[in-house]
């Protein structure tokens, strides 16, 4: 199975600060990865796909890049509606697996 | 709108059997694949199954530590996806989703439902 390493667990960041979450293949995934938000309670909701495509509807601000094994979603002037947790997914191979996930707050 | 509603959670003793249900509706069901995905309280998600569609044969994935246990199935003319899970452990429990791809040949899930929690106690 293909693992994917997340990191930072656990983030804390102001308004309108940048904020960089890292996301580590154990292999080449070949950009089959997708990031997710989740907030308290709800469904995770998709932000990227492909590693730099942003869905429909979710604001520029958010941004995915990398290559190979190393991925990064990147979110400029954080917002107080960003606090959440983030996963990253990687598709290119069964088992699709995800991220442990990044636990996002304010400071 | 797409929509997908999963049902059939609750408390369940370990070893016992829960099938979970996924009424979807706003979308052509039959050449869709479909997925569950589940999330341990508090922690992160782990994709438990894809069925795909019948130009596909109907064909199941599974992570292998799930094989055996758990079965995916669908209704076309119910547009319905359904969880069978056998042998319930006391770390099967999760919320568990009911999840699609935008169309054939994506793997990400822009589409959840609202989840059902199994808890499998005794």
């Known amino acids: 199975d293909i693992q994917m390493t997340q990191s930072p667990a656990s983030l804390s960041a102001s308004l309108g600060e940048t904020v960089t979450i890292e996301c580590r293949a154990s292999?080449?995934?070949?950009?089959?990865l997708a990031w997710y938000q989740q907030k308290p309670g709800k469904s995770p909701h998709l932000l990227i796909y492909?590693?730099?495509s942003l869905h429909t509807g979710v604001p520029s601000r958010f941004s995915g890049s990398g290559s190979g094994t190393q991925y990064s979603l990147k979110i400029n002037s954080l917002q107080s509606e960003d606090v959440a947790s983030y996963f990253c997914?990687?598709?290119?191979?069964?088992?699709?697996?995800f991220g442990g996930g990044t636990n996002l707050e304010l400071k | 709108e797409v929509q997908l509603v999963e049902t059939g959670g609750g408390l369940v003793r370990p070893g016992s059997s829960l099938k979970l249900s996924c009424a979807t509706s706003?979308?052509?069901?039959?050449?869709?694949?479909m997925n569950w995905v589940r999330q341990a309280p508090g922690k992160g998600l782990e994709w438990v199954a894809l069925?795909?569609?019948?130009?596909?044969?109907?064909?199941?994935k599974y992570p292998e530590s799930l094989k055996g246990r758990f079965t995916i199935s669908r209704d076309d003319s119910q547009s319905r996806v359904y969880l069978q899970m056998n042998t319930l452990r006391d770390q099967d429990t999760a919320t568990y989703y009911c999840t699609r791809p935008v169309n054939f040949g994506s793997y990400w899930f822009p589409y959840w439902g609202q989840g059902t929690l199994v808890t499998v106690s005794s």
């Open positions: 492909n590693a730099n």
């Open positions: 997914q990687q598709y290119y191979d069964y088992p699709w697996t």
């Open positions: 069925i795909k569609d019948k130009y596909s044969n109907y064909e199941a």
């Open positions: 292999e080449d995934i070949y950009n089959g």
């Open positions: 706003g979308f052509t069901f039959s050449n869709t694949w």
